[in-house]
Structures are given as structure tokens and as C-alpha cells.
């Protein structure tokens, strides 16, 4: 069985070697396997391999990771882009058989989601560990909260049959807060429900800028698997 790291590593330098063209506008996804794209494109930008990259960073940590390395970044603001992207690549906490995912590991799902919503092509890297009957079987979904609405929403939250926790940060006392300001709520959902509808209800809570249920923009998947090979499912 191959080790996690280098499933990483190969699933982001197959997903840029595969499906990055000269002149994309490419959003970059946030989290461990994710930067592994990053760090191909800029390798491939320094060896003369590929041109004319405009890279939209979904978090913070992207951004910055993707400045050192020398990537050309932007934000959608830019004109150059004009709100629109060829192609995002970023990583999933969960994904069911109908392509919906669970993001927000890391914090980033509101960014995530207007960059991945922006692009033409979503294209989802993942191992298979991350391949689930249901969404939350192994992973919460982060709901990202300003606040001033934090009870609001949690008491909103149960009142939908939900499990709700707020997410502390691990080397600093007290809760995470994203790059926007706000705190993060994770919620499991015991027992099955529709995907886009939870979605919808979700975002329709006052105080609520985003949740982590993807299902609005079907991905491409390139998921990793045991023997450390590299599986391409298109859009079902």
C-alpha cells in the first residue's frame, strides 16, 4: 500500500500534468493534497513546460504558498479574469456516489466554493478513503458563521436533527477563525437526506455566509488509490 504523502504528491502532479493548459485561469484549492498542485504548476512554469498561468488562490494559506513559489495570482476581481475561470483543482473531505462533496477542512469553503462555482471545470482530487455511501458517515459539515449569529445558528442547527460543535483552533486557546472573520460551526446529520435540498437549507439560515455541501457544480474526480495508482471518473 502506498504511503498517504506520496498519494498526494502523485494525484496533484497527475491532475496539473493531465488537465492544466497554457493560458488557464486556475483555481487553486487549499489543503494537503491540493498544494501538491500548486507546487506542480510552479515547477513546470520554472522548467518552460507550461505558460501563461493565472492562478485564483481559495484561501489564505494557498495564496501565499503560491506567491513563494512564484505563481502569477490574481483574485477574480482582476479584469484578466473577468469573474471566470477555465479550471479549479482542489481536494474533498467527502464524496458520495453522485459527485456531491463535503469541503471545508481547512477552513476555506467559502472561498472554495465561489472559486470552484466560477469555473467552467471542478476538478476534484481525492484518495479513497474519502469515497463515502453518504455524505457524514465520516465527516461533519462546516457551516461558516458570523458572530453575532453563533447561538442563533446552532440552536437553528439542532432544530434540523443536527450534531453541532464548535471547531477549536489546536495551538491557540479558543475557536478557529477563517481567513473572513467568522467562526465555524461542524454538524453531522445522522440517517440519510437529500444533498442539495440540506444545502439549500442551510445557506437560508440567518447568519449562515456558507456551508460545506457542494452539489450545485458536479466535479470530475482523480482519485488516488491503494496501490498508489491514479483513477480518472468523469461526471456521472
Not at 57 to 83: C, F, H, Y
Not at 170 to 193: H, W
Request: glycine letters at 10%.
Amino acid at each position: 500500500m502506498a504511503e498517504q504523502s506520496d498519494v498526494k504528491r502523485t494525484l496533484g502532479t497527475s491532475a496539473v500534468d493531465r488537465f492544466v493548459k497554457d493560458g488557464m485561469r486556475l483555481g487553486l484549492g487549499t489543503g494537503s493534497t491540493a498544494i501538491w498542485v500548486a507546487r506542480r504548476v510552479a515547477e513546470r512554469l520554472a522548467d518552460g513546460s507550461l505558460h501563461g498561468i493565472s492562478a485564483v488562490a481559495t484561501s489564505l494559506q494557498t495564496d501565499l504558498e503560491a506567491r513563494a513559489l512564484g505563481i502569477p495570482v490574481m483574485t477574480l476581481n482582476d479584469s484578466k479574469l473577468s469573474g471566470e475561470l477555465d479550471l479549479t483543482i482542489d481536494g474533498a473531505d467527502e464524496v458520495d456516489p453522485g459527485f456531491n462533496l463535503i469541503k471545508g477542512g481547512g477552513g476555506a469553503l467559502l472561498k472554495e466554493k465561489i472559486v470552484a462555482y466560477a469555473s467552467r471545470k471542478l476538478l476534484i482530487i481525492v484518495d479513497h478513503t474519502k469515497l463515502s455511501a453518504r455524505l457524514c458517515d465520516r465527516f461533519p459539515i462546516p457551516v461558516e458563521v458570523v458572530v453575532d449569529a453563533l447561538e442563533t445558528v446552532k440552536k437553528r442547527l439542532r432544530d434540523l436533527g443536527g450534531e453541532v460543535t464548535l471547531r477549536m483552533a489546536q495551538r491557540k486557546a479558543g475557536p478557529v477563525v477563517t481567513d473572513l472573520g467568522n467562526l465555524l460551526l461542524d454538524v453531522s446529520f445522522a440517517g440519510s437526506f437529500d444533498p442539495a435540498e440540506r444545502e439549500k437549507e442551510l445557506k437560508l439560515i440567518p447568519g449562515v455566509l456558507e456551508n460545506g455541501l457542494f452539489t450545485c457544480k458536479t466535479p470530475e474526480l482523480l482519485v488516488g488509490l491503494a496501490d498508489g495508482g491514479v483513477e480518472h471518473r468523469p461526471r456521472p
